[in-house]
């Protein structure tokens, strides 16, 4: 099935199906969506619906049971281990409700550690990571470590993080489901500019439909399905 141009990630009749036993689960029960290349689009519906499951399939941290997941036009089922890798690491970024972020590292540190364990320049690594840092609002926080660091504080340096690459979409978990209103309404505000100003493509899953109505696209999950809300 051909895509439109400016689509970034396509699913198309994207099932993920769980055995255990004689019994069998079905997570997503063929799910059809397209991501606007340089838009919003959120993803809501209630607890165990699939919302994260989806997220991971789309950003190719899981396989779809059977369906299609495009990116770019490309079929990832024809794709070979490298260019899955490479689209995983340099296309997408990820944000998670926890911020999995090394205690014993500082922010500046967290930001760029993958990098470095690459191979990556520390030079140019310490610029990228110092020039994130700033952009998320951060430039008096670089050397603190996370236990230093509140729960709003410690999602921008994640978002720091998934910005490292440069990535054109940044798939977000859940980004505020940690926080408290206030601290996750400063999230979602930086997460919009990100998307106007930088042009970063974002794809939200969220409980919170507040967040999905500053979206360009709204779907909700029911029963293993997408409905197009917005």
């Known amino acids: 099935m051909n895509n439109t141009p400016d689509t970034i990630i396509a699913c198309r009749d994207v099932r993920k199906v769980y055995n255990d036993g004689s019994r069998e689960l079905v997570v997503l029960g063929g799910v059809d969506l397209e991501v606007p290349e340089g838009k919003l689009l959120t ?16 950003g190719t941290l899981d396989k779809p049971s059977s369906g299609d997941v495009f990116f770019r036009g490309e079929n990832l089922r024809s794709l070979g281990s490298a260019k899955i890798n490479h689209i995983r690491n340099r296309e997408v970024g990820f944000v998670f409700q ?3 972020l090394l205690p014993e590292f500082t922010a500046l540190e967290n930001v760029m550690m993958a990098a470095l364990c690459k191979g990556a320049r520390r030079k140019d690594c310490l610029a990228r990571a110092g020039e994130l840092l700033e952009q998320v609002g951060l430039s008096e926080r670089t050397t603190h470590k996370p236990g230093q660091l509140s729960g709003g504080e410690q999602q921008r340096v994640a978002i720091a993080r998934a910005l490292f690459n440069r990535p054109a979409v940044l798939l977000c978990d ?3 489901g940690n926080l408290d209103e206030r601290t996750g309404a400063g999230i979602v505000e930086l997460l919009c500019e990100l998307n106007k100003n930088a042009g970063v493509t974002l794809v939200i899953v969220t409980h919170d439909d507040s967040i ?3 979206a360009d696209h709204w779907v909700s999950l029911h029963a293993g399905h997408a409905q197009t809300r917005k």
């Open 98 to 100: 926890f911020y999995h």
């Open 43 to 58: 993803i809501t519906g209630p607890s165990g619906v699939g919302k994260s499951t989806l997220l991971h399939i789309m």
């Open 212 to 214: 999905a109505v500053k």
């Open 174 to 176: 859940e980004p505020t």
